[in-house]
């Protein structure tokens, strides 16, 4: 059993915090891309326990800043996109997209008090339809060279889902290979061609198995573990007879990220993204191999 200690060191994630501290030395998916469409691609943002604001400039560069103007803290989600940055809706101090202040059109000409003010902000980068920031210390480290980052735009599909639970929980579901002959159970078997792009809808390699048919008759998996230079590897052992065992494989990228297959042809790259210490976005991309 966990101590109420032990736990709070692994759940809590704002600033200066055992985990946030450590979750910030990572790339965090911070908003999809389809969420800054639209004539004014600007979007509140609340990341780690931070209330932060995203936009786009025109030249398709990425800006994450506090979401609260350190003047007089007025709320930058509804700044004006212009002049290479994000203006303050109260007094026009315009940010660029590393946090510098760039005009305070109420200053005397000769002022250079704008020079003085870096307001918080955070690296970013776009890939396969995410936006992903760097709030750690230093330069950012490179992005991992998974598939899905690797692939071309008309292979993967992005999307999120908000979940009312702490990143762990999420993340302990995500590495669950024994939860998906239950929630994920079918009761009907469907043809392989008509269920296309579905979860769970391919058949094994082996004995052309329904994989829906696996999971139902087969609900009790050994679970072996093997640890990686990277995380752990997850091993979910059916075993259908004497002579054929069904292996289905977790990869879990520390600290948030998991690596699972969805079919023969799909694999599903997930995130578990702390939006602070009790409330959590999964964040995902499909990678179709054909």
């Known amino acids: 059993m966990m101590s109420a200690e032990d736990n709070r060191l692994v759940t809590e994630i704002g600033p200066n915090t055992g985990c946030g501290d450590l979750m910030r030395r990572y790339w965090q998916p911070a908003a999809l891309t389809e969420e800054l469409g639209g004539e004014r691609p600007v979007v509140r943002v609340r990341l780690l326990g931070e209330d932060l604001v995203l936009f786009r400039n025109d030249d398709g560069t990425y800006g994450l800043i506090g979401r609260n103007c350190p003047h007089r803290g007025a709320d930058l989600c509804f700044g004006r996109l212009e002049d290479g940055g994000l203006r303050c809706p109260f007094h026009g101090w315009l940010f660029d997209t590393n946090g510098q202040c760039r005009e305070q059109p109420a200053e005397p000409p000769s002022s250079n008090f704008s020079r003085k003010i870096n307001h918080t902000a955070y690296p970013c980068i776009e890939r396969n339809g995410i936006v992903f920031a760097y709030m750690g210390p230093g330069n950012p480290p490179p992005l991992p060279a998974f598939d899905c980052f690797e692939a071309p735009d008309a292979f993967t599909f992005a999307f999120k ?16 290979p024994a939860h998906a002959s239950f929630l ?31 999971l139902r008759e087969y609900d009790c998996p050994e679970i072996d573990i093997e640890q990686t230079e990277t995380g752990i590897r997850i091993y979910a052992l059916r075993q259908m007879n004497d002579e054929e065992m069904h292996v289905r494989i977790t990869n879990q990228i520390f600290p948030n990220a998991i690596i699972i297959p969805i079919s023969n042809e799909i694999m599903l790259t997930q995130w578990h993204v702390p939006i602070d210490d009790t409330t959590s976005w999964w964040y995902a991309i499909f990678s179709c191999f054909t």
């Open 161 to 176: 889902g908000f979940v009312d639970c702490n990143w762990l929980q999420l993340n302990e579901v995500g590495i669950d």
């Open 184 to 214: 994920h159970r079918f009761f009907d078997d469907e043809p392989e061609e008509e269920g296309y792009g579905q979860q769970f809808r391919f058949s094994t390699e082996e004995n052309e198995m329904a994989i829906t048919k696996v």
